[in-house]
């Protein structure tokens, strides 16, 4: 057994903490705030198991054109946003060619094809059942070439890595979905998909299990992390907390952390918003509207609109036009009500230029374990990486582990 500070109390520093609990280890989980309230607590709360393959930059000058326009409300920038970026986008380009994104899809797929198991038991042990729906995710489109396209591209997915779908007309899709005010030209329903009504709610209660089964909540700043004999240090409120090892999982704050450490991560902030709706009628399964880049899912707080992204810089003041947009263009589908009262949220997706998380030993300090960036997808992913990482830890290794470790990536 060994002490472990596990810092960053996300989605994956939670699962981090619980998959190394459960392993018998004496884990303090320590954040500057409650568990779950970040990036964490505004996203999208789908389970992806449809995502096999991460987003890569697109490549075609068509859509990057509509990105470098404004066209498109999937991505939105600014140029200090992209100048500060720019080595990590270039490295993000060329990791998304067709044959170098098609091996990072092989080790991706293998990850999230275990997401809603690795997930079950700890939603079952954490009583948040209530939280979660398995009825799975639809893509909808206006665009009946673009539906044609993906859902061809659907049964390539099938054939591939067995993700399981539905390609369905409009007008059959609304029979099942009456929330929908209009048919649209086309519905892929991935089956295997779940949602939380609560994301953050999600994080707490499995932040509140650990604390169950004799784990710390340790509030205080690990920015105070430092070497301490022959393991780590961290200052919190309550006391000076030490161990043997200590785990980054800071997600988009994990590359600052590490600069003092000599550590130069590269890392594409994806920033999103989100705003919650009053919709007397909401979807009966999370919409992602593909001719908008928003994904619409009902909350406990309300029909929840969540953006694309936004590539701009860390400290730009809040730019809600892909919300707005995004809300407008889908009242043609969704009766949407009136925006909810509450300070505007917003996270940032922490993206590594491969598309694959980091969950591994640190190249060059004993005792120090890297696991974030995991982009679009980390609210499926946390439990999945933390048990390859508790894994890591206590020296049993596999191909999949060797492949998220930053040895060889930084
Ligand atoms: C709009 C949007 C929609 C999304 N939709 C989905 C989705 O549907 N499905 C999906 O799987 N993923 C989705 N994501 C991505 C997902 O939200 C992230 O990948 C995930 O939340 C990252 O989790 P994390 O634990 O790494 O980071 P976080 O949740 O941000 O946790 C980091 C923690 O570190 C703490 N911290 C930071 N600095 C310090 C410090 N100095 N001292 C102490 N503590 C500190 C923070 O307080 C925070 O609790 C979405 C993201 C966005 C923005």
């Given at each position: 057994m060994a002490e472990i500070l596990v810092l960053g109390a996300g989605m994956v520093g939670v699962s981090t903490a619980l998959a190394l609990q459960a392993r018998g280890h004496a884990v303090s989980l320590v954040d500057r705030?409650?568990?779950?309230?970040?990036?964490s607590f505004g996203n999208a709360g789908i389970i992806q198991?449809?995502?096999?393959?991460p987003y890569g930059l697109p490549r075609n000058l068509g859509t990057l054109w509509s990105f470098a326009t404004g066209r498109s409300n999937d991505v939105t920038w600014s140029l200090r946003g992209v100048a500060q970026m720019t080595p990590a986008l270039w490295s993000y380009f060329r990791n998304s060619a067709p044959r170098r994104h098609a091996g990072i899809s092989r080790t991706y797929a293998q990850l999230t094809a275990r997401a809603t198991g690795d997930h079950a038991p700890l939603i079952e042990a954490a009583g948040?059942?209530?939280?979660?729906?398995?009825?799975g995710l639809v893509q909808l489109y206006r665009n009946r070439a673009a539906f044609e396209a993906d859902a061809a591209d659907a049964e390539r997915l099938r054939r591939d890595y067995g993700i399981r779908h539905r390609a369905l007309s409009g007008a059959e899709y609304r029979r099942e979905d009456p929330a929908l005010r209009a048919d649209p030209a086309g519905v892929i329903h991935w089956s295997d998909s779940w949602s939380c009504n609560a994301p953050g709610c999600l994080v707490h209660a499995y932040a509140k299990l650990f604390a169950s089964r004799g784990g710390r909540l340790l509030e205080g700043?690990?920015?105070?992390?430092a070497q301490s004999g022959g393991g780590w240090r961290v200052t919190t409120v309550a006391e000076r907390a030490e161990a043997e090892h200590a785990v980054v999982?800071?997600?988009?704050?994990s590359p600052r952390l590490l600069r003092s450490f000599g550590y130069r991560i590269p890392m594409i902030y994806k920033r999103g918003y989100h705003g919650h709706f009053a919709s007397a009628r909401p979807p009966l399964r999370p919409i992602v509207d593909m001719d908008n880049g928003v994904v619409a899912g009902q909350m406990q707080a309300g029909l929840r609109i969540a953006t694309g992204a936004a590539l701009v810089s860390r400290t730009a003041p809040a730019d809600l036009r892909q919300l707005d947009r995004g809300r407008a263009a889908l009242s043609d589908m969704l009766e949407i009500g009136a925006r909810v009262a509450e300070p505007q949220w917003s996270g940032t997706r922490p993206c590594l230029p491969d598309m694959l998380p980091l969950a591994g030993?640190?190249?060059?300090?004993?005792?120090l374990w890297f696991h974030f960036g995991?982009?679009?997808?980390g609210f499926t992913l946390g439990p999945t990486t933390a048990t390859l990482l508790a894994a890591a830890l206590d020296g049993e290794e596999s191909d999949l582990s060797r492949a998220l470790a930053p040895g060889h990536r930084f």
């Open positions: 705030g409650a568990p779950g309230r970040e990036t198991a449809e995502a096999a393959e948040a059942g209530n939280m979660i729906s398995r009825e700043d690990a920015a105070s992390l999982a800071l997600g988009p704050w030993a640190a190249p060059r300090h004993k005792g995991h982009g679009h997808q």
